[in-house]
């Protein structure tokens, strides 16, 4: 199985910040790389996929990139909105899997 | 408009079996694969299986913490996906979403756009 190392697991950072955070699978999955949003109580919602395109109706700020073993999610400039846990999923094969989740909170 | 609304959860005891649905609107159910997706209290996100679309067989994979007591299935004529679950543990507690997975012949990573609402699962005693 292909395992997905995410950091930092938690996190605190301010308004206009920019963030970084970084999947690293255990072996290439090319770029069969997704993040995902998830606040509390509700449901993921796609950010990225193909590592670095922008789901449909995501702001600009969010930016993916990566390919092989590498990927990092960035949110350039950190708004109070963007509080929340952050997934990376591999589908490159089965079964798939989810980094352990980046909780981003802000100062 | 996707949608996809998840049913079936509940309470059930442990060993005991439920079924639940996902059923879909908005896309060619059919041309799809279908994951189910599942989230214990206050843990991350672990996928638990999929099955193929048509085209690619409708086959299944899963996950090993499910592997020989959960089946996924289809019906394609209600654009309905299911989660079999027997021999319940009270490890599988968890919100189950089901998920569109990749569409067309080969796989490729436009996958996990749309996820239900979600359904509780409480398996207790």
């Known amino acids: 199985d292909i395992q997905m190392t995410q950091s930092p697991s938690a996190m605190s950072a301010s308004v206009g910040d920019r963030v970084t955070i970084t999947c690293r699978a255990s072996?290439?999955?090319?770029?069969?790389l997704a993040w995902f949003q998830q606040k509390p109580g509700k449901v993921p919602k796609r950010l990225i996929y193909a590592s670095s395109t922008l789901h449909s109706g995501v702001p600009s700020r969010f930016s993916g990139s990566g390919s092989g073993t590498e990927f990092t999610l960035t949110i350039s400039s950190l708004q109070p909105e963007d509080s929340a846990t952050y997934y990376c999923l591999q589908h490159r094969t089965n079964p798939r899997t989810f980094g352990q989740g980046t909780k981003v909170e802000l100062k | 408009e996707v949608q996809l609304v998840e049913s079936g959860g509940g309470l059930v005891q442990p060993g005991r079996s439920l079924r639940l649905s996902c059923t879909t609107s908005g896309f060619t159910f059919g041309d799809y694969c279908m994951s189910w997706v599942r989230q214990a209290p206050g843990k991350g996100l672990e996928w638990v299986g999929f099955i193929r679309s048509i085209i690619n067989g409708g086959t299944t994979e899963y996950a090993a913490s499910v592997e020989g007591r959960f089946t996924i299935s289809r019906d394609n004529s209600e654009n309905i996906a299911y989660l079999q679950m027997n021999s319940l543990k009270v490890e599988d507690t968890a919100v189950y979403y089901c998920t569109k997975d990749y569409g067309g012949q080969q796989a490729n990573n436009d996958a996990f756009d749309f996820w239900g609402q979600g359904t509780k699962v409480t398996v207790s005693s």
């Open positions: 072996q290439d999955i090319n770029n069969y």
